[in-house]
């Protein structure tokens, strides 16, 4: 990831733990409006299949997909990044095109000036899956021979950018970077899931605001609903979280599905986390959501009346002027939410900072800050 998106690794972060080994962040995808997390943290509960068994079960997955040239359902958990010409940033990256470690498709955009939108899978040593996204590749130029259609099984409008045409594409892209420095904007997060109905129940219910949003298309075979965030200090710009329900798509007659993997983490959620305690290593898969027109306490007395799991912290100041307080919630279909915002200490007179160092995310008693650390469970 460092080497394609220009990654720093952070190894101190803002705390501190007896064996700095199990805590790192690495923060990619510049200019600031946009922060991809790579966390690892093996102080928090997992449970019996760790986060390294399901990593390198989808490094393994995408692997026979690029060799065999066959979309797998986890490729749904991906985050979409667009450049206006596809073989610049090839050439710029250096991409060694001998290896077939990536999965090509194209789509028809039924317009005139840009035909096809063409998407480039990639994957991670911990199997995190990149769609690389343009209107612009020389793949003849490339040796690249021809590109497949998306087909009907592996649900082409998910792949599709329905927020903005090209063109806008390309402004944002060059209001943001430079070409020839090899970035990528980032436009869509991916998320694969169950069941559709209960994401769009979910929200309805938690997050009306960002339910709104939300616009959905489906086929007889899969079902896609997608909502937008302006990203934080981008000028207007916008971010689309796109869950994508496709149970029709085979995975190589493999030991796990998405609903699979999507049932585990639920149970582990539910078992290492409650109403305003408890943290699942799980909870690391999510998505940040800054809210500006309400305080984080009104969220969490929502949460806590329904009984929906939830963990406040805070902490004081904040370089961008938005609020530092955080609620971490499971969310749904085993994608999580970070909600960012100010408390006004109307659910709880206290909230506590949050401690890598724990299972719970809570620092363990002190006289000096009177934070208690929930109960391991």
């Not at 963990?311 to 909600?339: A, K, N």
Request: hydrophobic content about 35%; overall charge negative.
């Amino acid at each position: 990831a460092a080497d394609l998106f220009g990654c720093s690794y952070n190894k101190s972060l803002s705390y501190s733990c007896e064996n700095a080994e199990f805590v790192g962040k690495l923060t990619c995808a510049e200019p600031k409006s946009f922060d991809l997390h790579f966390i690892w943290n093996n102080n928090t509960h997992s449970g019996p299949k760790s986060v390294p068994y399901w990593d390198n079960y989808m490094v393994a997955l995408h692997k026979e997909s690029f060799a065999s040239n066959t979309y797998n359902a986890f490729m749904d958990f991906s985050l979409s990044l667009y450049t206006p010409n596809m073989t610049q940033w090839i050439n710029l990256k250096k991409i060694d095109l001998t290896k077939k470690d990536f999965l090509l498709r194209k789509l028809n955009t039924g317009s005139t000036q840009y035909e096809w939108l063409y998407s480039m899978y990639i994957s991670s040593p911990g199997g995190k899956a990149f769609e690389i996204v343009s209107a612009v590749l020389d793949y003849e130029g490339l040796g690249l021979g021809e590109i497949l259609e998306w087909t009907d099984e592996e649900c082409p409008q998910a792949h599709a950018t329905s927020t903005y045409h090209i063109v806008e594409l390309d402004h944002w892209f060059k209001h943001n970077f430079d070409l020839t420095d090899g970035y990528l904007l980032p436009i869509r997060t991916n998320v694969a899931a169950n069941d559709a109905n209960a994401v769009l129940e979910w929200y309805n219910k938690f997050m009306p605001g960002f339910a709104k949003t939300m616009t959905t298309s489906s086929t007889d075979s899969c079902f896609v609903t997608t909502g937008i965030s302006e990203q934080y200090e981008s000028d207007g710009f916008s971010h689309e979280i796109r869950f994508v329900s496709n149970p029709t798509l085979t995975v190589f007659e493999k030991e796990h599905t998405v609903e699979n993997f999507i049932d585990y983490t639920d149970g582990i959620n539910d078992k290492y986390a409650g109403v305003n305690k408890g943290w699942s290593a799980w909870y690391d898969r999510h998505v940040g959501l800054q809210v500006t027109n309400c305080s984080l306490d009104m969220y969490m007395e929502e949460f806590a009346a329904a009984g929906e799991s939830f963990h406040p912290h805070t902490r004081s100041g904040s370089d961008s002027g938005l609020g530092s307080s955080h609620v971490w919630t499971p969310g749904t279909q085993g994608w999580g939410i970070e909600i960012q915002g100010l408390v006004e200490f109307s659910y709880a007179s206290t909230y506590s900072v949050f401690d890598w160092c724990t299972n719970t995310t809570d620092p363990h008693h002190s006289a000096e800050n009177g934070w208690v650390t929930a109960e391991s469970i």
